[in-house]
């Protein structure tokens, strides 16, 4: 049986699968045999047919006064996935163009100093990938303190910060850590890396990290959901660099 969830994948509303589906099993049809098939209603179906014919899937003759209805060749469906590929890389093509120009509206209106709070997985995401683009345009070190698993927040953040890493490595980018000694060995992803120099302190907690790039701080708080408070400040990054600088000096490897 084909799997429905696919068709609409490829843009095919639940209705329009299932009359797109009942066409291809019983060849050209009559309204009345495509209701019968795909169980959707008269006035229904005439207006799946309608959009259906739009797309290209469906095609119609009159025989005798009577609308008959045919299924044009699956193939039709990888043309529309291919195009909608095609609008979309147009799209992303755009978007890049138009991205330092939103960019710099953002920074006149950015005060020297600002915070922000994200809240659950998509937040952290958002946040923790935004370093990585920082990362990658300057090629710096990002600086963390504290390393997780997940802590409250579950499997699900470890997972994300795996793929980073490896995403990471990939493009050479360098990250200094301190951490709990007790957390030596609960990170082969990150202790296997070449580009990532881990030291370990006496103390440290896995439901709280903190992390500077450029002029910010990150504090995230990975409890059931997590809280990110992402810091803007030049002077509080300035400070908590020093602060970093002076346990790495007592941190051993």
Do not use: C
Request: aromatic residues 10%; charged residues 35%; glycine residues 6%.
């Amino acid at each position: 049986m084909v799997d429905l969830t696919l068709l609409n994948k490829a843009g095919l509303t639940e209705g329009e699968g299932k009359v797109y589906m009942a066409l291809l099993e019983t060849g050209q049809s009559s309204i009345t045999e495509i209701v019968k098939k795909s169980g959707i209603s008269t006035s229904k179906s005439y207006d799946v047919l309608n959009r259906l014919e739009e797309k290209g899937l469906v095609s119609h003759v009159i025989i005798r006064g009577v609308k008959y209805f045919k299924a044009a060749n699956p193939e039709r469906l990888k043309e529309i996935l291919e195009e909608k590929y095609k609008d979309i890389e147009n799209t992303i093509f755009e978007i890049d163009k138009l991205i330092p120009e939103l960019i710099a509206k953002q920074k006149l209106k950015e005060g020297e100093e600002e915070a922000e709070i994200y809240v659950g997985i998509k937040g952290l995401i958002s946040v923790f990938n935004e370093e990585t683009e920082w990362m990658k345009k300057t090629n710096e070190i990002s600086y963390a303190i504290g390393l997780t698993k997940g802590g409250k927040s579950g499997k699900e953040v470890d997972k994300y910060f795996d793929r980073t890493q490896y995403k990471r490595d990939k493009l050479k980018l360098k990250v200094h850590i301190i951490a709990n000694k007790n957390s030596k060995g609960l990170f082969p992803y990150l202790e296997k890396s070449k580009y990532v120099d881990i030291r370990y302190i006496e103390a440290g907690s896995e439901m709280v990290s903190m992390n500077i790039y450029a002029d910010k701080l990150i504090v995230a708080v990975y409890s059931k959901r997590p809280f990110l408070f992402v810091i803007k400040s030049k002077d509080l990054v300035k400070d908590f660099k020093e602060y970093f600088n002076s346990l790495w000096k007592i941190a051993k490897r």
